[in-house]
Structure formats: structure tokens, C-alpha cells
């Protein structure tokens, strides 16, 4: 492809030689130039040499997003090595598990985790080498300044991995997905094209870098050749002035975000003319909202559905279908694959392609699919077997025209008297009731129908009887709640997933299926 990098390796060296005196990456007061980020990178791949890091190896992030983490992933590609980001909302056990599963010899850690870090002490059964990043002894800068720079990269193979990030683990401990040289170069070419990113573009960096929608749209923006803004934190106000004020022109932020940003007030009188498009994804947006902020916000919104295992997005529905009022029922799907991306719909049990309109699992094929799962060849096989679809573990259906409609988790799924039942059809449905702020929908023990949809809803004033009755007019019966238990607030992993395994555990204690 002309005009862009050969590779994610080389990244840095080709928008150097191209533009070195650009505006690469803004952090808070802070700007580096192309020339700039790639000597940091070529430093930071020396470092990690000097310390022993290796082809095949593993270091570990561990911080809210900083530019240092996108450097360090970098310095890897360069080296044959494989960055694995820690999610920083995890609790200590679970930090522990994702650096000793990478087997992690250096550790790079933002200050304020540090005493985390410290509490764990010889847990850390891997780790040679810690490295504080920022703090009143940036032991990372100082690592930098002192690094002899390496501006070689290693030979590699495109199935080989430079960054590791790990699922969310909702029924589980995460799993380490491998997202290879070749699987992010086709999600970057791809998508760049897509949403038509180019030089002078200023990308939007909100979402935390342990998650595909940060650091594989941080990539894919670079890629780009455009300037990224990393946001530490997630402070609506503040969110709101650096899209303004740094003339932001594309980004991706999650639902949850939009729905706090409506908030701030004179939310609709900012200027945001840089503005090209805004994607969300990640979850489901409740039409409500989708439509407050279609409202509010004069630029395009492109949906994106996709997963870690794919390097983040395989398809998407354009601000055009977003604006489209012949097609407003398009607003409630993912939209169609991108190039490179194909899609279909699988027997859950057998795997066999199933036709237009008929639900199953959502499988995926791509040069995008990571190589499989770190240390877990069981997991591996069962996510990518050997036809190379990747079963996704979501229910879904594609329309004649090929727009894909996503219906709920496999695992989720409700069997009611032999009729499937998708929580997410209901949940979609409960979400427009204006007393409702958050809803799941689990399914129950019934002696009669083997199992019942139940609602899980938090909200102000909740009438259950009402609110019953409210589904009735809107389900066909089978899908509608057979009761309503109202709670302050939802479960969650430390990634924002609602733990329906902790909403079913108490109704199925003793019974065979489990929670």
C-alpha cells in the first residue's frame, strides 16, 4: 500500500522520514513530534534489549494510559517481544494472575499502582525488573535518556506477537488473546481506509490502552499518520474541551460514555466542527440514547462491532445508515463487515452455516484473527478451529442485505419450553421504559418451562406490575419477564461487563445447569 508504513514495526521510521517535525502524540501539556516518538521508541527497544528481552518474550504494562505503554508496545514490534497490558481496575489477585500467565520479565507500572505492586511482592514469580512510570522519580524517562537507541528491527514472522491483551473474563480468569504483526496491519490498513484517516487527522485516545479500543485504534490512528490525543482520565467536561479544543476528528469512545457526556451542561453549544466521525461499540447503545445523541451532536457516529480476538473491529454501521430515515430499524444492528471480513452464522452445536434471518453463533474469518490464546492450546481449539472461523461465543443473525444483528452472548441464551430466548431482545425493550437507568436479563428455574426470563432492573420509582405489563404490550409472551427484582446497581467485571453469573448463582444453587 503506498502512501502508508510496510508494517506495524516500522511504523515510527516511516512517518519520521516522512514528516518528522508533525505532531505525533498529545498528552496533557505535552507534545512529541514523529522525529521525537521515534527516537523514544528506538530508545525504548534498546532498553528492553539491554535488559534481556527477547523474540517470544513478555514485559507488562501496568498504568491508566499514557503514552508510555503505546511506546513500550512499539519498542516490542521492534523486537520480536509481546507487550501485555494489565487492566489497572483489576484487583490484586487478578493483577498478579495476567503478569505471571504472560510471564512477564520486566514490569512497567504507573506510580500510583506502585503499592500494588509492592503488596504483591514475590508473587510476581517472573518479574526481573520493575520500572515506575511518571511519579517524582520517572524511573522510565530516566530509563530513556540512558538507553542506547536501537533502530534495527528484528526479523519476524506476520503470526508472530507484539501485544498481548487479555479478554475480560466475565465466566472466568482472563485469557491472553495474541494479536499478531500481520492480524493488526490488516485491522489498520482497513480501517484507516474506512474512516477515511489521514495526515493532519487528530485522533481521540479515551478508552484504556488494555482494551482493543484503545490500544488497537491508537495503532490503526498512527498507522494513519495522524496525531493521537492520549486521555488519561475520563472527566466529561474535560473530555469535551480537548475534542474542542485539540481539534479532534475522529475517535471511539463506549456507550457509557456518550451517556455522561449528554450531561455536561452546554453539551450542544461547543464547537465541533473539527469533528469528522465518533464511533462507539464495545456494548450495545440503548436507542435512547443513540437518538439523544444524534440529536445533540451535528457529526457522523459509526457503530463498530468486534472483539479482542480479531483485533478490534469487524463491522460497522456508517453515520450515513445512522442518518438514514428509510432504514431507522439499521439502527438497532452492527452494521456490515469491513474489507478483509467475513462473516456468518453458525449451528452453536455444530458449527454448519445457517441462511438470511436465522439465529446462531456469530463466526468470523479474517486476516485479523489473532493466533490463539497465550499458554491455553485447549481454549484455542475451541475458539478457532481448525476451518479458521472464529467462533465469537455470541448469538446473532445477518438480514438479506448482509447487515449483521447481534442478539446476545451463546452462553446467555435462554431456553424457555424449547423456545430460544435472547436477554438482549428484552433487555433492549426495558431500556426505553423511562423509569429504567440499567437492566439484565437472566434466565430462572421453572418446573414447568426448564427456565423463565427474569428482569434484574435498577432504577427511580420502579413500578414491577407496571412494568410487566409494559413488556407484555412490546414481547411476544415467551420472552417476556416473568418477574422483576429491583437492585441499587449491577454487578460488573472491572471492564464495565454485567456478571450475569452473579445474578443467576442464588436461583440456580443445587439445580443441574448451574450458574
Known amino acids: 500500500m503506498s502512501g502508508r508504513p510496510n508494517g506495524i514495526a516500522d511504523l515510527v521510521d516511516y512517518w519520521n522520514a516522512t514528516d518528522p517535525d508533525a505532531v505525533a502524540v498529545q498528552y496533557g501539556p505535552r507534545t512529541w513530534s514523529w522525529a521525537e516518538l521515534a527516537d523514544r521508541v528506538h530508545r525504548a527497544a534498546g532498553a528492553l534489549s539491554a535488559a534481556g528481552v527477547g523474540p517470544g518474550d513478555r514485559v507488562a504494562s501496568y498504568d491508566k494510559n499514557h503514552p508510555a505503554s503505546l511506546e513500550i508496545t512499539l519498542a516490542c514490534a521492534r523486537i520480536g517481544s509481546a507487550n501485555a497490558m494489565v487492566n489497572f481496575r483489576l484487583a490484586p489477585e487478578e493483577v498478579a494472575y495476567t503478569i505471571n500467565d504472560a510471564q512477564a520479565t520486566v514490569l512497567f507500572v504507573g506510580a500510583e499502582f506502585l503499592p500494588v505492586v509492592e503488596e504483591l511482592g514475590d508473587q510476581l514469580t517472573t518479574v526481573r525488573e520493575i520500572v515506575v512510570i511518571g511519579g517524582a522519580t520517572d524511573q522510565y524517562e530516566d530509563l530513556l535518556a540512558a538507553a542506547e537507541p536501537l533502530t534495527e528491527i528484528r526479523p519476524h514472522r506476520p503470526d508472530d506477537s507484539f501485544l498481548q491483551l487479555y479478554t475480560s473474563g466475565t465466566t472466568g480468569f482472563p485469557k491472553g488473546a495474541m494479536l499478531t504483526y500481520g492480524g493488526m496491519l490488516a485491522h489498520s490498513v482497513t480501517n484507516v481506509e474506512h474512516a477515511g484517516i489521514v495526515e493532519g487527522n487528530v485522533a481521540l485516545v479515551a478508552m484504556p490502552l488494555f482494551h482493543v479500543g484503545g490500544s488497537s485504534w491508537a495503532i490503526l490512528a498512527l498507522y494513519g499518520g495522524a496525531s493521537i490525543v492520549v486521555v488519561r482520565e475520563l472527566v466529561p467536561e474535560q473530555l469535551l474541551d480537548e475534542i474542542v479544543r485539540r481539534k479532534v476528528t475522529h475517535g471511539f469512545l463506549v456507550p457509557a460514555v456518550f451517556s455522561v457526556l449528554l450531561n455536561v451542561p452546554g453539551v450542544a453549544d461547543r464547537d465541533y466542527s473539527a469533528v469528522r466521525e465518533l464511533c462507539y461499540g464495545a456494548s450495545p447503545m440503548p436507542l435512547p440514547l443513540l437518538r439523544q445523541c444524534l440529536e445533540t451532536f451535528p457529526f457522523g457516529f459509526r457503530q463498530v462491532y468486534g472483539m479482542t480476538e480479531a483485533c478490534g473491529v469487524v463491522t460497522t454501521l456508517s453515520p450515513e445508515d445512522h442518518r438514514d430515515e428509510r432504514q431507522r430499524h439499521r439502527l438497532v444492528s452492527a452494521g456490515t463487515p469491513i474489507p478483509g471480513v467475513e462473516i456468518a452464522i453458525g449451528d452453536p452445536s455444530t458449527g454448519e452455516h445457517l441462511p438470511a434471518g436465522s439465529v446462531g453463533e456469530v463466526l468470523v474469518r479474517s486476516a485479523q484473527l489473532m ?145
Open 371 to 515: 493466533s490463539g490464546y497465550w499458554g491455553n492450546p485447549a481454549a484455542t481449539a475451541q475458539a478457532l478451529p481448525e476451518d479458521g472461523w472464529l467462533r465469537s461465543g455470541d448469538a446473532g443473525k445477518l438480514d438479506a442485505d448482509g447487515y449483521l444483528y447481534i442478539t446476545d452472548r451463546i452462553k446467555d441464551m435462554i431456553i424457555s419450553g424449547g423456545e430460544n430466548v435472547y436477554p438482549a431482545e428484552i433487555e433492549r425493550v426495558l431500556a426505553e421504559h423511562p423509569a429504567v437507568l440499567d437492566v439484565a436479563v437472566i434466565g430462572v428455574p421453572d418446573e414447568r418451562w426448564g427456565e423463565t426470563p427474569k428482569a434484574i432492573v435498577v432504577g427511580k420509582e420502579i413500578d414491577v406490575e407496571e412494568l410487566l405489563a409494559y413488556c407484555r404490550e412490546r414481547l411476544a409472551a415467551f420472552k417476556c419477564p416473568k418477574s422483576i427484582t429491583v437492585l441499587s446497581e449491577l454487578p460488573r467485571n472491572p471492564t464495565g461487563k454485567v456478571l450475569k453469573r452473579e445474578l443467576r448463582r442464588p436461583y440456580w444453587e443445587g439445580v443441574e445447569r448451574g450458574a
